[in-house]
């Protein structure tokens, strides 16, 4: 029997169904010259160009029969966040955060005022849940930040989230609701079409009043709050509350029979909801850069996901992200991954579903796989929680987000702190300080981790490019270069470096604005738009004399670089 979720939203439209056909994707490949290269640059004088330390470059390869002509939308110039560009005139190289930050946008944040904040402050990427809000609310939102970029320079990625069929309560009356130890509430299926009667909540899916028995446990967000059920009257569960404390609008809900989680029926739920195509519909149309799929299952959705986006838009490159909070997701943990472009440790709904003394080593075990499968990995969910009403957070929560940070895990959340907490800014500050802090101490105290990175490539030319990466990063760390640079169409070379945390920023430079967006997620990464050629030597010399103008490097600086066109290692002392 097919399962239903009351989305609490306006009706699916007829023929959006979940029963989408599965296309192949192409597999993304780079062109580009296999035969790596490494030529040193003299410590001054670049005018030498490339001297003998080439150690195998094929004759086509030569540097005079590269030069071609420079694309036709070059101008001169090069597009870098504004924040980014303030940061490294301010403070040098070295100093830049690696870790990056992602807000999720409510209604604290959802004017041009706050998102400029927001984005002064470092958000890298501003988040949108759909369980949350209207489509006009959220395009608003979208718009809002897409104009923030053009007009102000910065460059905020958008990641949308989908709501996912798991259970949750209703919409409230108000803000939020109180419910007091021993006080009995309603849990209803029921259709209400006046307002809610005192101490009723609704509950989104129907088969909850079947599914519950008398005795089981109902957490509210993971343990926020909890219930016992004590009756059951046809539509109606009434619970008496054991824990107190706030029911916020479209908490999840769990029910717990003898220690374990209960999945009856509710676990033939799809993962993507009718509605939630609905919103995917909406966020490509909307030209989001990423996706985020909430609780999901398996590899098997992803798939589809990806090959319905490729469908529905030709030459867009939407992310698609794999939230990692249920118990299916931690069995078929590296296969989902491998299928997604990134994970997120949603610690929220995790927590709720596997005991909470568990949360931190599968947070760990996320973060590594996905390191060693080069894929971005957010870690989310109550990381400054108590700042949601305090301007200060509590040492423990600082703790976390050192840990998170010391993982080395690309990207911290703020979920509630940033969408209705009294102190976005604050948050998003501490975010930024820590991150800082940590990253400056992991690179003075020399802790390289001895994470083994395995081969990924699937084709030779990918081992080459791994290679490349692999060893220009320790080069890096070895010669105490000042930062990587990488010419990249794809962003593939850029993340591989990433995937090594060299001790030094890496400076992507990349042809699309999208590209550009989306490398906003990866760790270490200050991605920059620049049009550039084919030949090396001119986009290295444009790009110097670019970045010198503008301030943002200096005679001296010691630097490596690579492509994914021509595939060597030089390293380039500024003049
Ligand atoms: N668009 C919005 N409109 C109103 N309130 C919002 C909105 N987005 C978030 N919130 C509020 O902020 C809180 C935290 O937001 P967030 O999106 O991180 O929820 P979450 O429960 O962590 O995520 P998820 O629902 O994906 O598990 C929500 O519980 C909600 O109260
Ligand atoms: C972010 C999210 O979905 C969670 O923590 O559950
Ligand atoms: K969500
Ligand atoms: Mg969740």
């Known amino acids: 029997m097919a399962q239903s979720l009351h989305s609490f939203a306006p009706p699916a439209v007829a023929g959006a169904s979940t029963r989408r056909r599965q296309y192949l994707l192409p597999q993304l490949r780079r062109a580009g010259a296999l035969s790596p290269a490494v030529s040193i640059r003299p410590r001054s004088g670049r005018a030498a160009g490339r ?24 101008g001169g110039a090069i597009d870098v966040d504004s924040v980014t560009e303030a940061e490294l005139k301010e403070n040098g190289f070295r100093s830049t955060r690696r870790t990056k930050l992602v807000c999720t946008i409510g209604p604290a944040t959802c004017g041009a005022e706050q998102l400029e904040a927001l984005a002064v402050g470092g958000m890298n990427v501003a988040r949108v849940n759909m369980c949350h809000g209207t489509h006009e609310w959220h395009r608003e939102v979208i718009r809002q930040v897409r104009q923030l970029n053009e007009e102000k320079g910065y460059a905020v990625a958008v990641m949308m989230d989908t709501e996912g069929s798991e259970i949750h309560m209703g919409d409230l009356p108000t803000a939020s609701l109180r419910a007091e130890d021993g006080e009995i509430w309603t849990f209803s299926v029921r259709y209400f079409n006046s307002p809610l009667p005192e101490r009723t909540v609704n509950v989104n899916y129907d088969g909850f009043a079947e599914d519950v028995k008398v005795g089981d446990e109902l957490l509210v967000d993971g343990g926020m709050v909890r219930f016992d059920v004590i009756e059951k009257i046809g539509p109606d569960v009434k619970c008496r509350c054991t824990d107190p404390g706030l029911l916020l609008p479209r908490a999840n809900l769990t029910f717990w029979r003898d220690g374990s989680l209960v999945r009856e029926r509710n676990a033939m739920l799809p993962t993507i909801s009718s509605k ?13 850069d990423f996706i985020a799929i909430s609780f999901v299952k398996s590899a098997e959705v992803i798939h589809h996901l990806k090959s319905y986006i490729a469908a529905r838009s030709r030459g867009s490159d939407i992310s698609v992200i794999a939230k990692i909070e249920s118990m299916d997701s931690l069995k078929n943990l590296e296969e989902i991954i491998r299928a997604s472009d990134g994970a997120m440790v949603a610690r929220g709904d995790l927590g709720a579903q596997i005991p909470l003394e568990q949360v931190p080593s599968a947070q760990q075990r996320i973060v590594k796989i996905c390191r060693q499968l080069n894929k971005p990995v957010i870690v989310a969910s109550q990381l400054l929680e108590s700042m949601i009403e305090y301007p200060t957070p509590t040492r423990a929560e600082v703790a976390d987000v050192s840990e998170a940070v010391r993982q080395r895990a690309d990207a911290l959340m703020l979920s509630g702190e940033s969408a209705m907490g009294q102190y976005p800014e604050k948050s998003l500050a501490i975010l930024r300080s820590v991150s800082i802090r940590i990253e400056r101490w992991w690179r003075e105290e020399k802790r390289y981790e001895a994470m083994e990175l395995p081969g990924i490539a699937s084709s030779f030319s990918d081992t080459v490019s791994e290679e490349i990466c692999n060893s220009a990063a320790k080069m890096a760390n070895n010669l105490g270069v000042d930062a990587l640079f990488v010419y990249t169409k794809t962003g593939h070379m850029a993340s591989l470096l990433s995937r090594c945390r060299p001790d030094c920023p890496i400076f992507a430079f990349t042809t699309s604005t999208s590209v ?8 270490g990464l200050i991605p920059f738009r620049l ?26 600086d010691l630097v490596i670089a690579v492509s994914d066109m021509l595939q060597s290692i030089q390293v380039i002392n500024i003049p």
Do not use: C, H, Y
């Open 516 to 523: 550009r967006r989306r490398l906003n997620l990866q760790w």
């Open 51 to 74: 001297i003998s330390a080439t150690l195998f470059q094929s004759p086509d390869l030569d540097s005079t029969a590269l030069v071609q002509p420079p694309s036709s939308d070059t």
């Open 276 to 288: 939630d195509w609905l919103d995917i519909d909406f966020g490509i149309a909307e030209g989001v």
């Open 531 to 556: 049009s550039f050629s084919d030949d090396m030597e001119s986009n290295l010399n444009r790009t110097i004399s670019l970045l010198k103008a503008r301030g943002m490097i200096q005679s001296g």
